[in-house]
């Protein structure tokens, strides 16, 4: 099951992937990760869908990573008397503590915390920004505000605050109990939905304690502003196109876009680009030249993966959506433009051991044209300084926990071998030689340079490059 991309594909389970052959077929596609979206999944369903991914996984002898997202808080208006009402343009319409039927004029809004941090002047987008609405008068239960763009409003439609940073959790009580029952059912990733600030992280790390990576889905404009000590905090960064773009003006999305997936180079943390990639699949066999132009802007940047939602999870054809991603993925990565591109891209090792070893083994593998780099890592750190590197030769990441080659199985171009950790040195270079060979990374004849921590299985501590020639005996037992 080797790729033949470095680029990973993240692909979302739902109603139209949820038999256990259909979630067979996708990874068979093409998909590295599955992710669980919290928002339309219960807690019984998704220990169902971990339960079949790792059958595949067992049954394909390669990490799969499973990626809970969190729905996050949900903030909603009340009713209407009549179950909807029309604004029109420059009307005054309130929303206030009242929990009586709205009207024309006015409609609860059930959540106190929000009078305090609205000031006039303020934006309110109801609706996913087809209601927008500024406010002219605030007051400790009610917000005052003037029409600007009109439409038709029902019962509970979703409002957000685009210039406005509301105190409450980025865990609301249902994602605290998902969490721990995602936790306990052993899944890989989490992604944090609706955060605003760098606490947001420490909040949820405090709960995962390292038994899943952290993911900050980077949706709201307090984000952005504060996106480097997000950076600093967590362990990976989705790019969520959909409620940025319905947040901020739709023509920063793609700068903003590029932006995020530099950080997360510089930083070495994994960075998903998700949303409408390939949207027009959800009801045709095939996209649009603009969306596949769309996916390859994504690979030519330099992302560790790229997303599909309801292509995958709700669409007509979902194991075609996967293969276009890759055969997209495939082409992009083959083009000259590709590594021109991420070498121009490429910044300076941090002052560490551990970077400038991964540094140097990618300056060294290019140089002497060797077949793979060998990466022997317990938590994974080794294989993901190296990635950040973007060799031309394949990454194989060689760990003793299954965890961490699930975890690294979002990393750009790292293919993850879970073996039993090398005895001494020359067990390490031996089983690596023999783990590229069987993989098809190298042949007898060629050279692997090997990137390791002495003592072996200190995790972080990468302090050690070793050339090895792939002899002619690599045909025996791993």
């Known amino acids: 099951m080797r790729r033949l991309r470095r680029t990973k594909i993240v692909a979302t389970l739902g109603p139209a992937s949820s038999a256990v052959t259909t979630i067979a077929h996708l990874f068979e596609a093409g998909a590295d990760v599955f992710r669980i979206n919290m928002s339309h999944t219960s807690q019984a ?173 980077i949706e709201k404009p307090q984000a952005i502003a504060r996106l480097d000590e997000i950076m600093d905090l967590t362990d990976a960064l989705m790019v969520a196109r959909g409620d940025l773009g319905v947040e901020m003006p739709l023509e920063k999305v793609p700068g903003l876009q590029k932006q995020m997936t530099r950080a997360g180079r510089y930083t070495g943390k994994p960075v998903v680009v998700a949303t409408q990639m390939l949207e027009s699949m959800i009801s045709s066999p095939v996209p649009t030249r603009a969306e596949v132009s769309d996916v390859a802007t ?12 309801a292509e995958s999870a709700a669409g007509q054809y979902p194991i075609e959506a996967v293969a276009t991603m890759n055969r997209i993925a495939e082409e992009v990565e083959s083009d000259p433009n590709y590594r021109t591109i991420l070498q121009a891209q490429r910044g300076e090792p941090e002052a560490t051991g551990a970077d400038a070893i991964a540094a140097a083994s990618r300056q060294i593998a290019e140089t002497l044209d060797l077949s793979a780099i060998v990466c022997w890592t317990s938590s994974g750190s080794t294989a993901t300084r190296v990635a950040r590197e973007r060799p031309q030769p ?85």
């Open 298 to 309: 994504a690979i030519f940047d330099g992302a560790d993966a790229v997303m599909l939602s």
């Open 45 to 217: 369903r998704m220990r169902e869908l971990v339960e079949m991914i790792r059958a595949i996984e067992t049954k394909h002898a390669r990490p799969i990573g499973i990626l809970v997202d969190l729905q996050g808080p949900k903030l909603r208006l009340g009713t209407f008397a009549g179950g909807a009402v029309t604004l029109s343009p420059a009307e005054t319409f309130t929303l206030d503590a009242d929990p009586a039927p709205g009207d024309a004029t006015r409609v609860h809004l059930p959540h106190p915390e929000i009078f305090a941090a609205v000031k006039p002047g303020d934006t309110l987008l109801l609706d996913d920004g087809k209601v927008r609405l500024t406010a002219v008068e605030t007051a400790p239960a009610r917000i005052v505000t003037r029409v600007e763009v009109n439409g038709k409003l029902s019962d509970r439609k979703g409002v957000s605050f685009p210039d406005s940073t509301i105190p409450f959790s980025a865990l609301a009580e249902k994602d605290r109990s998902d969490l721990d029952a995602a936790l306990q059912a052993g899944i890989d990733w989490v992604a944090l939905s609706f955060i605003q600030r760098p606490e947001d992280i420490a909040e949820a790390k405090k709960i995962t304690r390292g038994r899943a990576g952290v993911m900050a889905k």
């Open 394 to 478: 394949p990454i194989v990441a060689i760990s003793p926990k299954l965890s961490t080659g699930r975890r690294l199985s979002l990393v750009w171009g790292v293919h993850c071998v879970v073996a039993e950790d090398a005895h001494d040195q020359d067990d390490m270079v031996d089983r690596a030689c023999r783990i590229a060979f069987r993989d098809g990374f190298s042949n007898p004849g060629q050279r692997v340079i090997i990137v390791a921590g002495v003592p072996l299985g200190t995790p972080g501590a990468t302090n050690m490059v070793r050339i090895a020639f792939v002899g002619s005996d690599v045909m025996g037992d791993v």
